[in-house]
């Protein structure tokens, strides 16, 4: 018995040997060999002749740390410059899908493209304004346009005659449009002839309004007339004098039109946000007016407020369903809207480009400077004459260029096309090729926006700014280094 347990323990005791040598064995199989080692005949461990740890101090030990740590940079660098190159080349094969950019806009927008004529003549300057013969409590006898005189000179009526008006709490005085008026100008709105009765004479409805106003120089309706004839005269301070004194003598319940009428003045003198404030003030004092809500949207699409524009456009709509100004203004505005979007979103994917190809650009620039760092620290291993003539044919012959130095310490030099070499050459060529591509859509879209500039339809927040990618400076370093 007792031989036996101590022959068991015998046997446990080389198990338990077995088992450490086989974790022992498994450790090692583990272990990664490196190529940077050589052990010679005599035994020593050295680096070899192409490694990086074949250094010029080979004693020194922080540099030869550092030399680690500039490898493994190096390997990180590479990683991330191949996983953006991934990306880069996806998002270029979308622009490369997207082909003709206005093509790829009418696909997209194919209403909107169809109606380019309305979208490029369409004014958003368009002249909005009222007479007043519509409304309620006011008849034709208020106008006193009858039994006037056509013999004599023709006169013009001037608002300032009538009576002073230095200030007033209801003409808007604190705003800088009315505070500068004097200085004003405007185009001439001759599409407010057709708010006038048909076949009105331009002269003849001058010389009218002004013996009506000889007649009755506080009559609001004939100084809101005189101000519409200025305003097709393209006279934006004799209007806005009219216009005031209209507004200060006109009932409460027809103040909204005088205001109108000075809101278009401001608009027309290209003061739109005043414009808007007047506006918004003619329609609290009528909000069932479609002519004001009209106005205040051409306003605000100047102003490049799109949502509220449309809002104004749809309550003019909702009180006079068959105003066709405001459908087609509503139009525009929605396809204006979604050009914008589009471009916006391309412009986007343009910028997240860019910004990659300038990180890549980054990127590769630190990943030469730890490459020439690298080689900096390796020592320049001499050959001897034998293997400088047995290297160098078999080098030329595969398309490498080799220079012999000979004397007491021969030495071959090659310009090998190593893998470094070649990365970088190709990262050059695709940066190269993406910036090409980034310029031929940045000239499709700055040929959109000069269309659009030129047009009628100035909505100066729908012109999509790009960066000019020709003005980049992509350095390029010199593959020499490598």
């Not at 990683?79 to 003709?100: E, H, P, T």
């Not at 927008?109 to 004529?117: F, G, H, L, T, Y």
């Amino acid at each position: 018995m007792k031989k036996f347990l101590i022959r068991n323990q015998s046997t446990m005791a080389k198990l338990r040997s077995y088992r450490i040598f086989l974790m022992f064995f498994e450790a090692i199989l583990g272990i990664s060999a490196t190529t940077h080692w050589v052990v010679t005949e005599n035994g020593r461990i050295q680096p070899q002749l192409d490694s990086v740890f074949q250094m010029k101090r080979s004693y020194d030990l922080p540099a030869f740390l550092e030399q680690e740590k500039r490898m493994i940079a190096v390997e990180t660098l590479h990683q991330k410059i191949m996983a953006r190159k991934v990306a880069l080349d996806s998002q270029i094969a979308i622009l490369n899908s997207i082909g003709d950019l206005e093509s790829w806009l009418q696909s997209s927008n194919p209403e909107c493209i169809s109606s380019r004529k309305l979208l490029e003549d369409f004014d958003f300057y368009a002249s909005v304004a009222t007479d007043g013969s519509y409304r309620k409590g006011v008849t034709q006898k208020d106008y006193l346009l009858d039994g006037i005189p056509n013999d004599g000179k023709k006169k013009v009526p001037d608002c300032k005659k009538t009576f002073p008006l230095d200030f007033s709490m209801y003409t808007f005085e604190h705003l800088g449009a009315m505070r500068n008026r004097k200085n004003l100008t405007q185009h001439q709105e001759k599409g407010l002839i057709k708010y006038l009765p048909p076949g009105t004479d331009l002269n003849k409805f001058g010389h009218q309004i002004a013996h009506g106003l000889e007649r009755n120089s506080t009559s609001w309706l004939h100084l809101n007339l005189a101000a519409i004839y200025w305003r097709v005269r393209g006279d934006a301070y004799n209007a806005l004098e009219c216009a005031r004194r209209s507004i200060v003598t006109a009932p409460r319940e027809f103040r909204d039109i005088p205001l109108l009428t000075t809101g278009g003045i401001l608009h027309a003198a290209k003061y739109s946000a005043e414009a808007a404030i007047v506006l918004h003030a003619a329609i609290d004092y009528a909000p069932n007016q479609s002519h004001q809500h009209l106005a205040l949207g051409h306003v605000y699409a100047i102003l490049g407020d799109f949502n509220r524009s449309v809002a104004c456009y749809d309550n003019s709509l909702r009180l006079t369903p068959t105003m066709e100004q405001a459908r087609q203004a509503k139009f525009v505005i929605l396809c204006c809207q979604s050009v914008t979007e589009a471009l916006t979103a391309l412009h986007k994917r343009l910028d997240d480009i860019v910004s990659d190809l300038h990180a890549q650009q980054n990127d590769y620039a630190e990943w030469l400077r730890l490459e020439e760092k690298i080689l900096c620290e390796r020592m320049k291993t001499p050959f001897t004459v034998f293997r400088a003539q047995r290297l160098g044919p078999f080098l030329a012959t595969h398309g490498q260029t080799c220079m012999q130095r000979d004397g007491d310490d021969a030495t071959l030099s090659c310009q090998i096309a190593s893998d470094n070499q070649i990365f970088a050459h190709n990262l050059l060529i695709d940066i190269g090729a993406s910036l090409e591509q980034l310029k031929n859509v940045e000239n499709q879209v700055e040929k959109i926006n000069d269309r659009m500039t030129n047009s009628k339809v100035l909505l100066t927040s729908s012109k999509i700014r790009f960066i000019n990618i020709t003005s980049m400076n992509f350095r390029t370093a010199n593959k020499s280094t490598l």
